[in-house]
């Protein structure tokens, strides 16, 4: 049974920092593409950034690269998202999510709520 356990989210002040952490289990986790997707209230799921979890390459869109850094620990099967300089937009839920736009996504975690206050 896949499962995906987010954690890390919290209260934080505009310009601060968080890191989001992604237990994985029940399938290979260092052969898998993962990503953190976001949605904030009342808007629709937005891709925050994905990684190869066997090259390590990684995306980012745009209104978070030099701001936020995706890696992973494949021997804990951990997926993270160190997030800097945190702006009130990037106020969401973060899902940990298993898959890739291409093919769909297979799996989502549950989310970890992130709020930025100005």
């Known amino acids: 049974e896949v499962q995906l356990q987010a954690s890390g989210g919290g209260l934080v002040q505009a310009g601060g920092s968080l890191r989001l952490s992604c237990a994985a289990s029940?399938?290979?986790?260092?052969?898998?593409?993962m990503n953190w997707i976001r949605q904030a209230p009342g808007k629709g799921p937005e891709w925050v950034s994905s990684?190869?979890?066997?090259?390590?390459?990684?995306y980012y869109t745009d209104s978070v690269k030099g701001r936020f850094t995706i890696s992973r620990d494949n021997a804990k099967s951990t997926l993270y998202l160190q997030m800097n300089s945190l702006k009130p937009e990037d106020t969401a839920w973060y899902y940990c999510?298993?898959?890739?736009?291409?093919?769909?996504?297979?799996?989502w975690g549950q989310g970890t709520l992130v709020t930025v206050s100005s």
């Open positions: 990684i190869n979890t066997r090259s390590g390459i990684s």
């Open positions: 029940g399938f290979t986790f260092g052969m898998s593409e």
């Open positions: 999510v298993l898959g890739t736009a291409a093919i769909g996504y297979e799996f």
